[in-house]
C-alpha cells in the first residue's frame, strides 16, 4: 500500500519563475492538503482540495493555486517566485470524515 | 483564532530516560483533535499520537502518551524509554474543521516545533 508521493523531491528555480509540486495520495484517500514549511517552522496550511475543489484556504496569495484530479492526485502552483517561497512543502493526505493526515516526504523549494 | 504554542525549542534526554515535551493552545470549540507528529532529518510528518478532546482519557501509545488538560488547554507529550530514533523535531497540532456549508474542509494549525536530541 503505497503512502503519500510527491514530486520532485528537490527544485530549484529563480526569481519570478513559476513552479509546479504534485502529490499523488495514499490509497483509499480522496482529500488532499497542501502545507508549506519555512525553516525551523511548523508547517503552514496553504489549502485543501476535495473533489476537484478548494475546499478551504490559508493565508496565501494568489500566486498560489492548486488543482486536483479525477484520480484525487494534486498539484501545487506558484506563480512569480519569491526569494521567501523557499520551503518545504509537504502533502497530505486522508479520506473525507475521517480525522488523521498523512503526510508526504515533502518537495524543497530553493529560489534563488 | 486557534494558535497552538510549543515553548520548547530544544530539549534532550538520555537513553531510555523520560521526557516530556510541551504545548498549549488555544480554542473556542469544545469538541477538536489534538495530535502530535514527528518528523526525522529525513523530513516524512509521522503522526505520533491523537487525542479527542471529548474523551477525559489519555491516549497512549506504547512508549508515548498524553497529558491532556482541557480546562488549562495544555496538550503535553511523554516519551517513556527514550531511544535513539526517537530523535527528532515534534509537532503539536491541533484540527480545524469546517461545516459543509462552509465547505466541510478541516486543516491543522501546527506549532513551531521542539527538537529532541537522545543522547546516549
Known amino acids: 500500500d503505497a503512502g503519500v508521493t510527491q514530486s520532485p523531491t528537490h527544485l530549484i528555480k529563480t526569481r519570478g519563475q513559476q513552479v509546479t509540486l504534485r502529490c499523488s495520495p495514499k490509497s483509499g484517500h480522496d482529500t488532499v492538503s497542501w502545507y508549506q514549511q519555512a525553516l525551523g517552522q511548523g508547517p503552514q496550511f496553504i489549502f485543501q482540495?476535495?473533489?476537484?475543489?478548494?475546499?478551504q484556504r490559508g493565508n496565501f496569495p494568489d500566486r498560489f493555486s492548486g488543482h486536483q484530479f479525477p484520480n484525487y492526485s494534486s498539484e501545487l502552483n506558484v506563480n512569480a517566485l519569491l526569494l521567501g517561497d523557499s520551503a518545504l512543502y509537504l502533502c497530505?493526505?486522508?479520506?473525507?470524515?475521517?480525522?488523521?493526515?498523512?503526510f508526504g516526504p515533502g518537495t524543497r523549494l530553493t529560489v534563488t | 483564532a486557534q494558535t497552538v504554542t510549543q515553548s520548547q525549542p530544544e530539549m534532550s534526554v538520555q537513553e531510555a530516560e523520560t521526557v516530556t515535551l510541551s504545548c498549549t493552545y488555544d480554542?473556542?470549540?469544545?469538541?477538536?483533535?489534538l495530535f502530535w507528529y514527528k518528523q526525522p532529518p529525513s523530513r516524512q510528518m509521522i503522526l505520533v499520537i491523537r487525542q479527542e478532546a471529548y474523551k477525559q482519557q489519555n491516549a497512549t501509545e506504547n512508549r508515548f502518551s498524553v497529558n491532556f488538560q482541557k480546562a488549562a488547554k495544555s496538550f503535553s507529550l511523554k516519551i517513556s524509554d527514550s531511544q535513539l530514533g526517537d530523535a527528532a523535531m515534534y509537532f503539536c497540532a491541533y484540527r480545524i474543521t469546517t461545516t459543509y456549508s462552509q465547505g466541510g474542509s478541516e486543516k491543522l494549525v501546527f506549532g513551531k516545533g521542539t527538537k529532541l536530541t537522545v543522547n546516549p
Open positions: 482540495y476535495y473533489e476537484e475543489e478548494e475546499r
Open positions: 480554542t473556542s470549540e469544545s469538541d477538536y483533535y
Open positions: 497530505a493526505s486522508t479520506r473525507q470524515g475521517h480525522y488523521e493526515q498523512y
